[in-house]
């Protein structure tokens, strides 16, 4: 009765530390700073693309000559 008494509470105290690690683990992953420079670093990375970022330039050159010619209209 006390071995198994004794298992029990090592097995309660093996999940409790296994429950511990898994929620560092979650607000690590769910840290703010942390997501704000994941999107960041995954949004440069998608805009230094040539045909992104020519792309880019394409249309802020076109706004730019809507918003000129209306000025000056």
């Not at 105290?13 to 690590?28: F, I, N, S």
Request: no cysteine.
């Amino acid at each position: 009765m006390a071995d198994e008494t004794a298992r029990i509470e090592q097995e309660i105290a093996k999940a409790r530390e296994e429950l511990a690690g898994t929620l560092d683990q979650l607000v690590e992953r769910t840290n703010p700073q942390r997501l704000a420079d994941d999107a960041k670093v995954k949004v440069v990375a998608v805009v230094s693309q040539p045909p992104v970022k020519y792309g880019l330039i394409g249309v802020g050159a076109l706004v730019a000559v809507v918003i000129v010619r209306k000025i000056f209209r």
